[in-house]
């Protein structure tokens, strides 16, 4: 089985998602901004969904060019945490799903 693992925003909703600020308003404001851009990502996320794949699909906000932390929250709308989340911190999380199945058929987000 192959595994893949790929990244989105939170305006891609993911069906455990929690009603809240984090999983509501990048939707909205995808929408209004980057109306081609949103329809795109949902597509690449509707289509890894319905393949024969394992998959994982990191979703975050706000990559900054900061030092790394090691520090990584996760969920799914239903913990608090900053859109602000450094490059290495995503790219750490990514390479860690490779050999986890925490996440597997699911769509994390992350934050600081």
């Known amino acids: 089985m192959c ?7 939170p305006s891609v909703h993911y069906s455990k998602d929690a009603r809240s600020l984090i999983t509501i308003v990048p939707g909205i404001l995808a929408g209004i901004a980057f109306p081609k851009a949103k329809k795109e990502i949902i597509a690449i996320a ?3 969904q319905s393949g024969n794949l ?3 699909i990191v979703r975050f906000l706000a990559p900054k060019d900061t030092p790394y932390t090691g520090k990584v929250k ?3 709308g239903d913990k608090k945490m900053s859109f602000n989340i450094a ?3 995503i790219a750490a999380f990514m390479v860690k799903q490779v050999e986890s199945s925490e996440y597997m058929h ?5 934050g600081s």
Do not use: H, K, N, Y
């Open 106 to 110: 699911s769509m994390p987000i992350i």
């Open 46 to 48: 509707d289509a890894i």
């Open 74 to 76: 996760v969920g799914f």
């Open 54 to 56: 394992d998959w994982t």
């Open 87 to 89: 490059r290495e911190d």
């Open 3 to 9: 595994r893949l693992i790929d990244w989105a925003t």
